[in-house]
């Protein structure tokens, strides 16, 4: 038999079965791997705007049932006790809420601007409602403050 030259019955040299050839590493080249990152990063950079959008998304979201709940109990307060509640932690020591939520604008419980109850006479007799302390822009093109 002749060197380099196949019988029919005998299996193909293990380059053709998907073997690297005798001496060869088998790795990826410089350049394949270059452009797996390219391509990589070419992902990366056309979702982190849609990823930055649900991010705000979710804390609008989030933001909403924070201050329904707020005013819920701000009028479960009211219908109680006859009275608004002079601050935040008089809901929650009288265990209407468990803590003051943080506003998840904000990242703070120590930025929520408080709307007073005015009466006739002009004084301030508690609080009436709730709004968030920031003055970023929504989505939607509101700010957070007027919400």
Do not use: C, H
Not at 6 to 28: D, E, K, V, W
């Amino acid at each position: 038999m002749t060197p380099g030259r196949r019988t029919l019955g005998s299996p193909p040299p293990a380059r053709l079965r998907g073997y690297p050839a005798p001496g060869s590493s088998g790795g990826f080249t410089l350049i394949e791997l270059l452009i797996v990152i390219s391509i990589i990063g070419i992902l990366v950079t056309l979702a982190q705007p849609y990823y930055q959008r649900a991010v705000t998304a979710a804390k609008e979201a989030t933001l909403k049932e924070d201050l329904f709940i707020l005013r819920d109990v701000i009028d479960q307060y009211y219908a109680d006790n006859g009275k608004y509640p002079q601050g935040l932690n008089d809901l929650v020591d009288k265990k209407y809420i468990r803590r003051i939520p943080k506003d998840p604008v904000t990242g703070s419980d120590e930025t929520w601007a408080l709307v007073f109850f005015t009466d006739e006479q002009g004084q301030q007799n508690g609080i009436f409602d709730v709004r968030s302390g920031s003055e970023t822009i929504a989505l939607d093109g509101t700010r957070y403050s007027d919400w």
